[in-house]
């Protein structure tokens, strides 16, 4: 667990809870078997990073929320079939790569955001979507240039199914 703030300070309240909502999310969508109980706290979990951060975060949060939203939505959709999760995934993927591809960011931003369009299209069906994007995200993701990044950004492609 992150320290918890010293303070009053709302806004450092808020990035407290963005921070520890995000990766609860993420832990949560690590595991292979969710109970349905967790299913509805990863969710919960990503949305909660996102209302934290559009209070106190920068554009490029909230394009990162988007790419942790788009992850638990295609995660449950592949869980449980689909039934109406895979088109918000697949909102939240494209909202995230549009950011990314017109607004300066991370190396491994891009290549997260390919990966998740490739996940909602693989849940949604789209088998051209699925394999393009798949395709961009292991390029990009060879090209991360931090062994950190690189390794959790290729933790998180593993997840997303083959073309």
């Known amino acids: 667990m992150t320290d918890i703030p010293q ?3 709302l806004d ?4 407290h809870f963005a921070a520890q909502c995000n990766n609860t999310a993420w832990d949560l969508a690590r595991q292979d078997d969710l109970t349905d109980e967790e299913a509805d706290e990863l969710l919960n979990a990503a949305f909660a990073a996102a209302y934290h951060w559009s209070k106190v975060g920068e554009p490029i949060n909230g394009a990162r929320a988007d790419v942790t939203l788009a992850h638990a939505h295609a ?3 592949q869980r449980d079939g689909g039934d109406g999760l895979a088109p918000r995934a697949m909102f939240y993927a494209r909202r995230s790569l549009n950011y990314f591809n017109t607004h300066p960011c991370e190396d491994w931003d891009l290549a997260f955001a390919h990966a998740e369009v490739a996940y909602a299209a693989a849940a949604s069906g789209d088998a051209y979507l699925h394999k393009y994007h798949h395709q961009q995200a292991a390029r990009l993701g060879k090209d991360i240039l931090e062994d950190e990044d690189r390794a959790a ?4 492609l593993e997840k997303v199914p083959k073309p």
């Open 75 to 77: 995660v449950l959709a």
């Open 12 to 15: 450092d309240w808020h990035r």
């Open 7 to 9: 303070t009053t300070d």
């Open 153 to 156: 950004f290729l933790d998180v």
